[in-house]
Each structure stands twice: as C-alpha cells, then as structure tokens.
C-alpha cells in the first residue's frame, strides 16, 4: 500500500506561482505512475498531470500544458507539481494518486488517494 499527503497549497494572486508535493510512505512509491487531479466545488475531479515510474515521461492536460511542471524524486519518496501563471479557474482542490500506468487520465484507474490541498487564485 501507499499513503500519500499532498501539502503547498494556498491562497495566491493571479499570475503567480505555487508548488505542490505529495508525500509517500512505502518502499514500492518508485513503482507506481504518480498523478495529479483536482476538483473544483461542483465539478467532478478531473486530470492534472501525470508522471511515470522513472520521471521520463510527463502528461497534462491541455488547460495546464505550458504552465505547471510535474516532478518526481524517488529517492524521497515524493512528486512536485509546480504551478505558475496560475489563473481563477485553477481554483480547486488539488490531489496526487498512484497508479499503474502514467497514461492514464482518469481517477478510476488509480489505486491510492490523497487528502487533498486547497489552491484557490484569486483574480
């Protein structure tokens, strides 16, 4: 099993910049895909990012390509996301998952949940 805290979030102004991680605890983290959700009140959860075992391959969505980074340090057992240019309609509740398989977009196909992080952007 893995146990997983997500901790960075904020209250930022448009335009500037946050940075999440997601901390892991159990020896197999360097085996799962990470992912990054969110959900916003009223919304379903939707796909953020992704990250594969060994950090060589990244996804995102289209609303975040260009502006939020997705890490991965597996010798500290945690994932990064860094944000900028964040805008108002980032404002959600932020999530890391663990799963099998870093293609994968939907919260379905993945085993282990976060608590969550509040981002909110205010404009």
């Known amino acids: 099993q893995v146990q997983l805290v997500e901790s960075g979030g904020g209250l930022v102004q448009a335009g500037g910049s946050l940075r999440l991680s997601c901390a892991a605890s159990?020896?197999?983290?360097?085996?799962?895909?990470m992912g990054w959700f969110r959900q916003a009140p009223g919304k379903e959860r939707e796909f953020v990012s992704a990250?594969?075992?060994?950090?060589?391959?990244?996804y995102y969505a289209d609303s975040v390509k260009g502006r939020f980074t997705v890490s991965r340090d597996n010798a500290k057992n945690s994932v990064y996301l860094q944000m900028n240019s964040l805008k108002p309609e980032d404002t959600a509740v932020y999530y890391c998952?663990?799963?099998?398989?870093?293609?994968?977009?939907?919260?379905?196909?993945?085993?282990?949940w976060g608590q969550g992080t509040q981002v909110t952007v205010s404009s």
């Open positions: 990250i594969s075992w060994s950090g060589s391959r990244q």
């Open positions: 159990g020896r197999t983290f360097s085996t799962y895909a």
């Open positions: 998952a663990a799963g099998s398989n870093s293609r994968a977009r939907g919260a379905r196909e993945y085993d282990y």
